[in-house]
């Protein structure tokens, strides 16, 4: 009993952690299922979601800065789709990705300038922050929440894209965008609705992340954001699942690191782990095996 | 003699910086099955794809029912009710055949599900792989599915370009079998073919087109007879 309730701790927070991973993670693997380009600014968008609450809870009711946060998310993630990726479409994809890591600079220079360098106290959401024992370990209510919501979600999107009709044109632009434009479908609407779903995802996923910390910084975004790479690209970026797996491992493993007693070595293994996954299985655990489109 | 269904005039298409298509004029007739032949390079291929709105043109009209759709996008045009089955087939290899259908019934939002009938009658092969992937499928299958999935926009001008690319002579005359099919149940066919002598035999009506201009045209048997296109086109 003893080792279950010092280890459960652990393991649940790994779960926990790893479901706020997979809610970024699958912005990367859809944005790059679609476009090949990695979003390096996915992770300041995930931050930024963490500022738009710090503001708004301020200055109004959580129940009303909650649906707005997921709303400027959105926005935002659509805004920079729009600014600065389309123009670059038929542009090789190393300008794309220039652009990306433009646009993260770009949006934690500004964050920078809206906090003034200071870290923002994360408001505490009521509920979520609460208490709670399972089996005699004391963790707050949001470490049983998140997993069962990214799951939820994570349904909500395959049916998504398996049955309606958006879904199946992502999976046809993703593989043709000529021939999707010849079945008359708008490829650039297409790519909107991917970036849009990507943002509400971190956005909710930055809900659930800030919730266990105390504040945020105009870098917030960065090692989440590359971990959630590290993620997609373990599970084979451009599947779901994959990415959903992935960050679930990666959370988990982490946790259980730093339940060890090796806390300083958490963050190397996530990333020894994509060295040794590029070494060993470049395409990742469900990668495509034809990586290029033809 | 009737308003021809399409009518290109004076079309210029630019390509690479090289002028792929040097002002042809030409018409299709409603109804009828007409055909673009000439070797490769000769401007066929950027013809059907400047008609679909993937290249836009760099002069010349093109007017469809009596509209000017010169420079419109695909899904205007596709909604118009012209479709392009694309060279290589280009089924979508990740989607069952049933998704690689309805993406081609995208536009609609009417009920499909007499045209699944309609398609899965036309080529019964089909229904048997309704949940297969694209993929799995055979060269000659694929391109059964490419024309159906086309068929899924309720066309009123199917263009083709070269259905029998790398398919077995049967496979060939299977697929021109279709092509005859559809446009006896009312769909008018723009064709582009490599395989002249295939395409001359079902043609009511034949371009021929040499580097970028229309050089002979006339009916599919005037041209089978005609003396330069046998020397040029059919190897006799």
Redesign the interface.
């Known amino acids: 009993m003893s080792f279950l309730q010092n280890s459960l701790p652990y393991i649940l927070a790994g779960i926990s952690v790893g479901g706020q991973y997979a809610l970024i993670a699958i912005g990367y693997t859809m944005v790059y299922g679609i476009l090949r380009l990695i979003n390096f600014a996915h992770g300041d968008v995930f931050m930024a979601a963490g500022m738009f609450m710090v503001f708004l809870s301020a200055s109004m009711p959580l129940g009303a800065a909650i649906p707005l946060v997921l709303l400027l998310t959105v926005l935002l993630g659509f805004l920079i789709e729009r600014a600065a990726y389309k123009p670059l479409r038929s542009a090789p994809r190393m300008s794309v990705m220039i652009s990306a890591i433009g646009v993260s600079y770009l949006i934690q220079n500004c964050a920078l300038y809206f906090t003034g360098g200071l870290a923002k106290v994360y408001p505490q959401l009521p509920w979520l922050s609460d208490t709670v024992t399972v089996f005699g370990a004391v963790t707050k209510r949001v470490t049983l929440i998140t997993p069962v919501l990214t799951i939820l979600l994570v349904i909500g999107l395959s049916l998504f894209i398996k049955h309606t ?1 958006v879904g ?2 992502m ?2 632009v993703s ?2 965008f ?9 490829v650039n609407s297409v790519i909107s609705a991917t970036f849009i779903i990507g943002s509400l995802l971190a956005a909710v996923g930055s809900l659930l992340y800030f919730t266990n910390y105390a504040s945020v910084t105009p870098t917030s975004g960065g090692m989440p954001g590359l971990k959630c790479f590290v993620a997609a690209v373990f599970g084979g970026i451009g599947s779901i699942p994959g990415a959903v797996i992935g960050a679930f491992i990666i959370g988990i493993c982490e946790n259980i690191i730093k339940g060890l007693g090796w806390t300083t070595f958490s963050d190397a293994f996530t990333f020894a782990l994509l060295i040794i996954i590029l070494l060993v299985k470049p395409t990742g655990l469900f990668g495509e095996k034809a990586t290029d489109k033809v | 003699m009737s308003e021809p269904i399409l009518s290109i005039k004076d079309l210029k298409v630019n390509y690479g910086g090289i002028e792929a298509v040097k002002g042809i004029s030409f018409d299709v007739e409603e109804g009828s099955i007409v055909t673009l032949i000439g070797a490769n390079g000769a401007g066929k291929s950027s013809t059907l794809r400047t008609i679909a709105g993937l290249v836009k043109p760099a002069a010349g009209s093109i007017v469809f029912r009596g509209d000017d759709i010169t420079g419109y996008d695909t899904n205007v045009i596709v909604r118009k009710g012209i479709t392009l089955v694309p060279e290589g087939r280009r089924i979508f290899p990740d989607l069952t055949v049933q998704e690689n259908l309805r993406v081609g019934a995208y536009l609609r939002s009417d009920d499909i599900s007499g045209d699944f009938q309609w398609v899965y009658d036309l080529f019964p092969r089909l229904k048997e792989r309704t949940w297969q992937a694209g993929g799995t499928l055979s060269g000659g299958e694929q391109q059964m599915l490419a024309v159906a999935r086309a068929l899924m926009s309720k066309p009123k001008l199917i263009m083709m370009d070269e259905p029998s690319l790398g398919l077995a002579p049967l496979v060939v005359r299977g697929i021109f079998d279709i092509i005859r099919e559809i446009n006896a149940q009312g769909v008018t066919v723009l064709l582009i073919e490599q395989n002249a002598n295939m395409a001359l035999k079902v043609a009511d009506y034949a371009y021929v087109l040499e580097t970028g201009r229309i050089g002979l045209s006339g009916t599919g048997k005037e041209l089978l007879t005609n003396d330069d296109v046998k020397k040029a086109y059919l190897g006799s």
């Open positions: 009709k199946i044109a999976r046809a593989k043709d000529e021939t999707a434009r010849l079945m008359g479908i708008k």
